[in-house]
Nanobody, 115 residues
């Protein structure tokens, strides 16, 4: 059973940066796609960023230029570096992975941006 564990959430002030991590139980290049979704209170879960196994990352317009995906195969980890954080980035962030028709989710991690 594939497991995804999110790490590194917390409370930051507007304008600050934060990196969150997703540690997988499998070789991350086993997945067709990995990425991050987020869900704010009262809103639907939305895609933040994703990276296909052999292509460039793609970002939601709301985070383009501020967020950066990266991955470390040896550590089986996907990272999301979030710069210039805004209060509207406050949400539970979920790691997501897909292989063929199978989709896997982490439990989610809270990121709060507030002064």
């Amino acid at each position: 059973q594939v497991q995804l564990e999110e790490l590194g959430g917390g409370l930051v002030r507007p304008g600050e940066s934060l990196t969150i991590s997703c540690v997988a139980s499998e070789n991350i290049f086993f997945f067709n796609t990995m990425g991050w979704y987020r869900q704010a209170p009262g809103q639907e879960r939305e895609l933040v960023a994703s990276i296909p196994v052999a292509d460039s990352p793609k970002y939601a317009d709301s985070v383009k230029g501020r967020f950066t995906l990266s991955r470390d195969g040896a550590k089986k980890t996907l990272y999301l570096r979030m710069n210039s954080l805004k209060p509207e980035d406050t949400a539970v962030y979920y790691c997501h992975a897909r292989v063929a028709s199978r989709v896997y989710w982490g439990r989610g991690i809270q990121v709060t941006v507030s002064s």
